[in-house]
């Protein structure tokens, strides 16, 4: 039997009591790992974080970094976004891949946001999700990060780790979403997902996790699916984390991380 299937099976009868204690301890040593965890995209107020979020697809957070200040220099607000050329609007994103469409997208959401909200961006799921380029994911970002409404974002690394924690069985996001909220307190849902978010860009990978370096390790039904030894695994830590990081002194916030 394999250390993964081992892991797997050690797991297999668990309880839901038994899932919750053991999800809960997985944050609270994630929390003392990434002290630092946080949104990793730049923003003043909540119509840049709408804008950087969305532009954020299928990119990195550093890559959007480098274009929004260019993009809200020229398009402070959303009247100035919604009445902004969208050929111009593309030259600004267009390192950011699919600039077309997210051109599209972030005019036609401020031109939503000027014709529908009086300019501001809303602080419901309900209103958000209606906007151009923005689902359930992106509306936690905003809400949970501008306004302080705690959900949980549901991105790629969210996902994954979610079930190699067995978190969710599921594959679809909105119920991976729910079957996560249902075992950590409401307050805790943004800081939580940073953090899962954190610890899918430096050690858990989606090729190569690097099991063998990894702080839940314990904890982990997947503990296995990746390189176990401790050698090798720390190599491929990522970022801040990364070998001979420290030295080269890259900060703990300078990931450019796909979504």
């Known amino acids: 039997m ?36 946080r949104c990793e995209l730049d923003f003043e107020n ?31 607000d959303s009247r100035a976004l919604a009445a902004a050329p969208v050929e111009e609007v593309e030259q ?39 906007l151009p380029g923005t689902g359930r994911k992106t509306a936690h970002v905003v809400l949970g990060n501008a306004f302080d409404q705690p959900g949980v974002t549901v991105d790629t690394h969210v996902s994954r780790l979610a079930q190699r924690f067995a978190f969710t069985g599921a594959t679809d996001p909105v119920k991976i979403e729910h079957d996560i909220a249902a075992l950590f307190p409401r307050r805790d849902l943004t800081m939580l997902s940073h953090r899962l978010i954190f610890h899918g860009r430096r050690i858990c ?45 890259q900060s703990p916030t300078e990931p450019g991380v796909q979504r």
């Open 46 to 76: 909540p119509f840049q974080l709408l804008v950087a979020t969305v532009l954020s697809a299928q990119t990195t957070d550093i890559r959007v970094n480098l274009v929004t200040p260019e993009l809200f220099a020229a398009f402070p």
């Open 92 to 130: 600004i994103i267009r390192s950011t891949g699919f600039y077309r469409a997210k051109a599209r997208n972030i005019v036609a959401l401020a031109q939503e946001l000027v014709e529908r909200f009086d300019g501001e961006v809303p602080d419901r799921m309900a209103d958000l999700i209606t």
């Open 205 to 249: 990978h989606a090729r190569r996790p690097a099991c063998g370096a990894c702080p839940v390790a314990a904890l982990c039904p997947s503990f296995g699916i990746g390189e176990l030894d401790p050698d090798a695994a720390r190599s491929l830590l990522k970022y801040e984390m990364a070998p001979g990081a420290a030295k080269q002194g």
């Open 2 to 37: 394999t250390t993964a299937e081992k892991s797997a099976r050690r797991f297999a009868r668990e309880t839901p009591l038994g899932r919750t204690r053991r999800a809960r301890k997985i944050d609270r040593i994630l929390t003392e790992v990434y002290p630092h965890a």
